[in-house]
């Protein structure tokens, strides 16, 4: 059950978020863990029934991600920060030597220690053979770069190089390249390097509509002018949450040239509700008109000719 849950969720995270996982290798620093942190001897029953608690609170909590359970989501996320945290150096040996089973139960859980030191034992579980591994080391990865954490998450941030992400976005299975999307959009910024602007850039044509999703958040991140055609043509996709990631992704670039594209879409006969809402919101942004969230084509055409 485990291992279908966390894979079900993990396929499914592209289309809740608010970035984007081969090219040059960067090898991340190691970061030691405290002193305290390193496990002492462990009698085999007690691990047994550490790595049992450890997955089925992982478990746990990605049953509760797919039933939109919030409150028994941070009760778990609450506890599962303490059970990583009591035995931090014991989580990261297992993934780094444990089963495969373990690997993966522990390349999840990292996610939720809050703890930069937790990044060179999942940069190295990149490198793992198995696919499961891979993809539950990036989404931890990503949820280490969440900005809520603070100072954590900045210096989770400075320990990942984004250029060994990318290689991820090549990756054949489509969830792979979705979570190296996500693990990108906390990475990219303005100075983001054309290497990882050109991989996002055909990311954003994927077959696979989960990723592209990502891809286009993770483009709309950087900021970088020379995305505006991309963001533009994905206002297009068949897939709705792409084009909610467009036009607010539009609205990041702050360019008012995308005003008339955006306003189609309010024309579109059968366009979904929460599209011409995020077009509202974009072009409020670019017409500078706050707080003005109609969804009325002629009133967004008449504020467009007056701001000429």
């Known amino acids: 059950m485990t291992r279908s849950l966390l894979l079900a969720a993990l396929l499914l995270t592209a289309c809740s978020t608010t970035s984007a996982g081969p090219a040059p290798e960067v090898v991340a620093p190691e970061v030691s863990a405290p002193a ?10 007690d691990r047994r029934q550490r790595l049992l608690r450890l997955e089925h609170a992982c478990d746990q909590w990605y049953a509760a991600w797919m039933q939109q359970e919030f409150s028994r989501m941070a009760s778990l996320e609450m506890l599962l920060r303490e059970a990583t945290s009591k035995d931090f150096g014991a989580v990261v040996m297992d993934l780094r030597s444990g089963s495969p089973r373990h690997k993966r139960v522990m390349a999840a859980a990292l996610g939720f220690s ?4 937790a990044v060179p034992a999942l940069m190295g579980a990149l490198e793992e053979q198995y696919y499961e591994i891979v993809l539950h ?3 931890s990865l990503y949820h280490l770069c969440d900005p809520r954490g603070g100072e954590a998450a900045k210096a989770a941030i400075a320990q990942i190089d984004p250029e060994r992400i990318v290689s991820y976005l090549a990756h054949p299975r489509p969830e792979v390249r979705s979570n190296a999307a996500l693990v990108l959009s906390r990475l990219v910024g303005p100075t983001t390097g054309k290497p990882v602007l050109l991989a996002l850039m055909a990311l954003s044509e994927d077959t696979e509509p989960r990723v592209r999703v990502h891809a286009v958040a993770a483009l709309a991140a950087t900021r970088a002018p020379e995305i505006y055609p991309q963001l533009v043509k994905a206002l297009t996709d068949s897939f709705e949450l792409v084009r909610i990631r467009a036009a607010l992704g539009l609205a990041r670039l702050n360019n008012a040239e995308a005003a008339p594209y955006l306003i189609d879409l309010l024309t579109k006969s059968g366009e979904a509700a929460m599209v011409k809402q995020a077009v509202a919101r974009a072009l409020s942004v670019l017409l500078r008109a706050p707080g003005d969230f109609s969804q009325d084509a002629e009133h967004w055409r008449a504020l467009l000719r007056a701001a000429k």
């Open 114 to 117: 809050a703890r930069a030191e």
């Open 137 to 139: 080391s990036l989404l």
């Open 36 to 45: 305290a942190d390193m496990p002492s001897a462990e009698d085999p029953r």
